[in-house]
């Protein structure tokens, strides 16, 4: 992160109020208020080097971009691609062709009509810049395994009219609408005389965003700030908020200090303590699952977990694990079960996926079952031959989070007769202060060690995209890469080919649910959870804020601003 200055000037959230009294509920209590005009809601970011939107590899500014741009499509709560700036659509071609009607009433801010020609541009801009967007790399991402046999899987549009077109992908995929929801430009801020300047599109400095958004850039103070006014005739109607501020700081960890001295209105909260924030009167606390999943991910290459007992190990495993007293003691709660690495909001998400409760006694019967028995009474099973059921886990010890956690792993199979060997540096924060350096040499001896194979079970965690594509996990071609379990199975092969294939959406949904359900029999992870994160926000904010992993902001053009009367 490059260091900047802090803004020391305070930023309040109300200025004027108006005249207009209403009610608002709360809490089955009537509360009177007067909505607040020319309001402003100040939100954060870090250092970015572009406003541009298909360019920028910044969080924090893509969350805020999502006020200003408008995709094709968008994701709903349940992760579910639905359309924004579509009227309707066709997918035809066994799924290669999608025909787009787009809305005729959605304007740029600019003043200039939204048209085929922005998609067709947008989608041409990304081809041409490839790999150096941040969207390039979107359709070849989404295929996972399956990129080898359709690397030539590009999009390519055709205009049809002003207000319908076609859009073509090499082979029809089951994740082709999620594509669809990167940010469309105009192309009239980029055409030179009778060509387009795909390039111009793709530039860093000096780059003005207009949008379709709910708001619209005012200015940018470089390093400080980035202003956005309401869009009057944004096509859902003129938010209510009247002015949005971005405000710059050096990293995230300074985010929760600039709330709470009242430089920010609303700020993310990731370290799940958020839970005091509710006594003060100022804030309220809006959660949400985010897209951190934690998982143990067993080592195929050997044979204790490879072998025709392998799954019935694994189940003990799973049985042995308290993980809501995981998720009590280390994030407060604040942690949702699981086991799948599917979100537990999606769409695709089965009811069934919540199978291995903790339960000692059927932990310890699988392992009977397996001829493990404590025959000398220390506590430690053993095979028929006597000797102990003893298994290495690693895990990234700079993690304060996973070190824990994993303490509390060995501590419950324990319980159940397995000794788990934590191999790696427990002592580790007690070695003086921790570096950057010392971080970076930890990691990468983990990746090594993942990599020769050299762990019995290793501890870690997945960023999950929105596409749900969960092939670079387990397909046997991906054993040497982010399959570093080195899970190899036919059938769940087969199984993450037909999800990946179905582009109808009940065939999709059919095929995930018979894909989690293989999943939890075969177990190549013990799924643990989904990380859950908030949004502290204050409290005279009042609407429809719906924050999501993927759209932190989701919703803040349906709120306003308020003033109770005492």
């Not at 969207?135 to 009219?161: Q, V």
């Not at 700030?225 to 009247?242: C, F, M, Q, T």
């Amino acid at each position: 992160m490059i260091v900047i200055l802090i803004i020391s000037s305070l930023t309040g959230c109300i200025q004027e109020s108006s005249n207009v009294k209403n009610t608002i509920d709360n809490k089955d209590d009537e509360v009177d208020y007067v909505i607040v005009e020319n309001g402003q809601v100040v939100l954060p970011l870090t250092p970015f080097n572009t406003l541009n939107p298909l360019m920028t590899n910044n969080l924090s500014y893509y969350y805020f971009s999502k006020l200003i741009f408008d995709g094709l499509f968008e994701l709903d709560e349940k992760l579910e691609p639905v359309p924004n700036l579509v009227d309707s659509y066709n997918i035809s071609d066994s799924g290669n062709s999608i025909t787009l009607k787009l809305r005729d009433d959605i304007y740029w801010h600019d003043g200039e009509k939204f048209t085929s020609k922005d998609v067709f541009f947008t989608i041409n801009v990304l081809n041409y810049g490839k790999d150096e967007t941040a969207y390039g790399t979107m359709p070849s991402s989404a295929m996972g395994a399956f990129y080898d046999a359709n690397k030539n899987n590009s999009l390519t549009a055709s205009i049809i009219d002003d207000y319908n077109i076609e859009i073509k992908t090499g082979n029809g995929f089951s994740n082709f609408l999620e594509i669809l929801t990167f940010p469309i430009i105009p192309e009239h801020e980029f055409v030179i005389g009778k060509g387009n300047n795909y390039s111009s599109a793709l530039k860093l400095e000096d780059y003005v965003p207009i949008g379709t958004g709910p708001f619209k850039f005012i200015k940018y103070d470089k390093n400080k700030s980035v202003h956005l006014g309401a869009n009057e005739r944004y096509w859902k109607g003129k938010p209510d908020i009247d002015n949005v501020v971005g405000k710059i700081f050096a990293d995230e960890s300074l985010f929760i200090t600039a709330y709470e001295a009242g430089q920010l209105n609303i700020t993310p909260d990731f370290n799940a303590d958020w839970d005091k924030y509710t006594q003060n009167g100022r804030s309220k606390i809006m959660e949400y699952i985010s897209s951190d999943y934690e998982f143990l991910g067993f080592n195929f290459s050997k044979e204790i977990f490879n072998n025709e007992n392998g799954d019935d190990l694994r189940k003990a495993i799973a049985y042995g694990i308290d993980r809501q007293e995981i998720i009590r003691k280390i994030y407060l709660g604040h942690a949702t079960q699981t086991d799948v690495p599917i979100n537990p909001n999606s769409f695709l998400f089965a009811d069934e996926s919540n199978y291995y409760g903790y339960n000692k006694e059927l932990s310890k019967k699988f392992l009977e079952t397996l001829g493990y028995m404590d025959k000398n009474e220390d506590g430690i099973v053993e095979d028929a031959e006597g000797k102990n059921l003893t298994l290495r886990l690693i895990t990234n010890p700079v993690n304060e989070y996973r070190l824990r956690v994993a303490e509390l792993i060995r501590e419950d199979l324990k319980e159940v007769g397995i000794e788990i060997i934590l191999d790696f540096d427990t002592e580790i924060y007690d070695h003086g202060e921790m570096t950057e350096e010392i971080a970076e040499a930890q990691c990468e001896q983990l990746n090594n060690r993942i990599y020769n194979g050299d762990f019995d079970i290793v501890l870690l965690g997945w960023q999950i995209s929105t596409i749900p594509e969960l092939s670079f996990m387990f397909h046997s071609s991906q054993q040497n890469l982010n399959n570093f379990i080195k899970y190899n199975n036919p059938d769940m092969d087969s199984m993450l080919e037909k999800a990946f294939n179905s582009y109808n959406k009940e065939d999709k949904l059919s095929n995930y649910m018979e894909l989690q359900e293989f999943i939890i029999k075969e177990l190549p992870y013990v799924s643990l959870y989904y990380r859950n994160n908030a949004l502290i926000i204050d409290s005279n904010i009042k609407g429809e804020l719906s924050p999501t992993f993927f759209d932190l902001y989701n919703g803040l053009e349906k709120c306003l601003i308020v003033n109770e009367i005492e």
